[in-house]
Structure formats: structure tokens, C-alpha cells
């Protein structure tokens, strides 16, 4: 597990990423957020985030090959598959990172293939990392605030540091609150166990008041009560957000997914509801190693 530190850090990066963003697109922050959720053409009713036909290509790999997918508000849609199958170059494509080759991206009834990672991000893309990802010496709030001043403050706007302060304040309260670390937040973040660093990561995630949450790998070393604590966080979450969790531990998802969808080599080889995946012959000999 790695873990930043304060100095050359990707909040601070992702602020000033985000400044420019807003300077080259002539808008303030919050500009372009709003998302009318089931207005994109041709998706249906509740749909937040859509991928159609997405592509990624490295070198002659495609890591990520024709992958459609739909993130309704009020699901855990989860994705699983084999260590390589593509489900991180596909979450890093959702969330901005990654470019795609081909295919496109849309945020309710935005075009959000071309968008910068910190667009999204302001317009309702929260994601966590397979890899933790905190500033370990800072406290637990003052990482939930770096998240929230990442997402919301425009960087050159001295002259709004300190509304921006109070407003970054109040969303990392809220977010580790709702992340249920409210009694750790004066902690220093690399004192906290496994689970509650992977919590903190979440809390990070909503300090950005997202509408979408992307989580990679999220229950990953985890003990069993550090994993009931996080399947009723995202039992919670999923109440006002779309969620897409990746996950190997096939328990987990069959609990708390309401949608699975299977990748196999970069491809999608079967997306449907649980009890449907489940005895599924293609995902069985594909996917769960059995004989159909
Ligand atoms: N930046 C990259 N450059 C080259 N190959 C990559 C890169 N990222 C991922 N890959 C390759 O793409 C495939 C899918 O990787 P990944 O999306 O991480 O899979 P998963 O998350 O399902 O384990 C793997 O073969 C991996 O080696
Ligand atoms: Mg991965």
C-alpha cells in the first residue's frame, strides 16, 4: 500500500489541474455540474453514467474492448473479472484519467468523452484507487478537506479562500460523517487500521459531492467486520448515488450488487442482475472456472 505525502501531492495537482480547467474553459467553479439523470439520448430512466462501445488499446493489447455500461442512481453495479481483465483501465476511462481509443462517454445528457479528469470530477465523478491513496501525516479531515478544496476551489481565486475554506470545511465533515469516521477525525490518517484508511478514501471521495462513485477494489484486505462495515456504507451510499464496485470477493458482490457485469480479456461477457449471473453457463465456464 502506498501513501502520499503532503509535498507534490495529486489533491493539491488536481486543484491546480482544475484552475487551469476552469480558466481554459472560461467558467467558475461548479460549472457544469448538474445532471439530469436520465436525459442522455438513448439511455434509460435513473441513468447516470454510460459508456458505449469504450476501447482502450496498449500498443497491440486491448486492455478494454467494446465495454457498454450503464451506472443507475440507487445501484451498485458491480464489475468483476480476473486480475488484467481490464476493470481499472475501464474505471480510469469513466473517471478521466485514461483517454479512450474509441467509443463514448456520458454524464446524463453530456458528451464527457473529451472532459478533463477534474471537469468530471466537479461535474459528479468520484472514484477511489485500488492502491491507497492518502496523505498518511495529515489528519483524517484535513484529507477529507484537500479532497473537497480539490473539487471546489478555484486556486487563483485567493480572494475566495476563506469562503472557500468554511464551504471545503463543511463538505469534509459531511463526508466523513457519512463515511462513519466522525469520531476518528482529529486522527492522523496513518494511525487508522486497514478498513478505516479504505473508509477515509471514501470519505474523500464524497468530500467532492459526487453523483457517481467509482470504487476500485475497495473491500481489498479487509477482515470480515472491516467488510460488513463498508458493504452497509455502500448499501447507504447507493440511496443517492450510482455506484460501480469493482470486486473480487464474490460474496461481497453477490450480496450487495444489484448488477454484475462480467469482463473477460477487455470484453464484457454477460451484464445482468445477480441470481442471473450466477447460473449464467457463459460466465460459469468463462469467469467461475466450472463446467457449464
Ligand atoms: N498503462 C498501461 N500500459 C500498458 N498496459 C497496461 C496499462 N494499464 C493496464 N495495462 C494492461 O491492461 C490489462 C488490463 O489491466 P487492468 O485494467 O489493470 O486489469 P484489472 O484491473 O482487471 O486487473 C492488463 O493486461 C494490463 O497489463
Ligand atoms: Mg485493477
Redesign the pocket.
Known sequence: MSERTAAGSAAIEGAVAQAGDNLAAGTGAGAGAGIDAGAAGGAGAGTMLQAVNLT?R??G?A??NRVSIDLHRGEVHAVI????????????MLSGE?PPSDGTIRLGAHDITGWSQPRRARAGIGRSY?RTNIFGELSVFENARLSAQAAHQRAWACWESARACTISGRSAAEAIAAAGLTDHAERVAGSLSHGGKRQLEIAMCLATRPQVLLL?EPLAGMGAEETERMLALLAELKRDHAILL?EHDMDAVFRIADRITV?VN?EVVATNVPAAIRTDPVVRTAYLGEDA
Do not use: Y
Open positions: 482502450r496498449f500498443g493489447l486492455a478494454v473479472g480476473t486480475n488484467g481483465a481490464g476493470k481499472s483501465t475501464l474505471v480510469n485514461l485500488q476500485d469493482i469482463m477487455g
